[in-house]
């Protein structure tokens, strides 16, 4: 996960679900809050050492940890268009969301999504995909795709451009 530690994003709904999950492949949460309040000190009292929160990372660090994720998580109960999100896609990580329409409309076919708010349904997906490789490395690759037919700065150019022409 890569974003603000906050409420809506979601982060305790991850940390639910991996807790109960039977792996050695390590949850990396990226950021942390500006206010550092107690849902942050919540989420860091976690038991689980399999979790590790590296607070704000950017640059050169943050896309070496985008390329290198097995799978992106976006647990989001409320969400824009998440850069984090896109960034994970570009780098063709296998991504999974909660099922907002925000994040539905992002990911399109190209990644897996679980009921929003329910550590048990993301723990379900989590767990199929760990089973799975191949299925993993074929989501990346969907998400990439995606990012570039949709996502490209030539495509919105080009999306503006029309609608600009429709307008006069």
Sequence with gaps: FVGLLKLD???HILIKAYEKLNTDIPLIIVGDSPD????????????DTRIHFLGY????PAQ????NAMIYIQPSLME???PALMSAMACQRCVVVSDIDQNLETVGESGLSFRSNDPDSLRNVLGQLLNSPEKIRLLGAK???RIETIYTWDVVVDQLEQLYQSLS
């Design 143 to 145: 998400a990439r795709e």
């Design 57 to 60: 990372v950017y640059g050169k």
């Design 9 to 11: 994003k979601g982060v």
């Design 64 to 67: 070496q940890l985008f390329a």
């Design 80 to 82: 824009g268009n998440s």
């Design 36 to 47: 550092r309040g107690t849902y942050v000190e919540h989420l860091k009292s976690t038991p």
